[in-house]
């Protein structure tokens, strides 16, 4: 188990290691390098970290150094994190400006279709300008409220 750094401001996806004094420049790098039980770690930044759509399958921790500085911006666009067959922990992070419309795009987190042991949960984190049709709870969670043996904590 390790800590993968993050910084937007200082990162480098090219050269950085992960650690915290080499830190990656995107969340987007960071999932191509964690294993299971690893920790992705934002540190504060005054760039915003890009909120994009990726599949989470392995445990692991996310958190941010402080809500208030670290920022997953959507920009406006549908994006969505789908999670299969894992245990997930956020934490400290502002999710912002993501617009979760079109077809099969049904809210920023998402449980893997054919998945029942899948465990997401939120502490500390703030929700703003989330939308999927004018719903904020449907642009937020998918199937919240159908998907068997899911579990999501608020």
Same mark, same amino acid.
């Given at each position: ?12 996806? *090219?050269?950085?290691?992960?650690? !915290?004094?080499?830190?990656?420049? #995107? @969340?987007?790098? /960071?999932? +191509? $390098? ?47 994190? *789908?999670?299969?067959?894992?245990? !997930?922990?956020?934490?400290?992070? #502002? @999710?912002?400006? /993501?617009? +979760? $419309? ?53």
């Amino acid at each position: 188990m390790a800590i993968r750094y993050l910084n937007a401001d200082t990162g480098n996806d *090219t050269t950085g290691t992960g650690a !915290i004094g080499a830190p990656y420049a #995107t @969340f987007a790098k /960071a999932l +191509t $390098v964690y294993v299971a039980g690893d920790t992705i770690y934002f540190q504060n930044s005054t760039a915003n970290y890009s909120f994009l759509t990726a599949t989470i399958d392995k445990n692991c921790t996310i958190t941010g150094q402080s809500k208030s500085g670290v920022v997953l911006n959507g920009s406006g666009g549908n994006t969505q994190w *789908t999670m299969k067959n894992a245990t !997930i922990a956020v934490s400290n992070i #502002t @999710f912002y400006n /993501a617009s +979760t $419309v079109g077809s099969g795009i049904y809210g920023m987190f998402a449980p893997h279709g054919a998945t029942s042991n899948t465990t997401l949960s939120f502490t500390e984190c703030d929700f703003k300008d989330i939308h999927l049709a004018s719903h904020v709870l449907a642009g937020i969670w998918s199937q919240l409220s159908i998907t068997t043996g899911l579990i999501y904590t608020l």
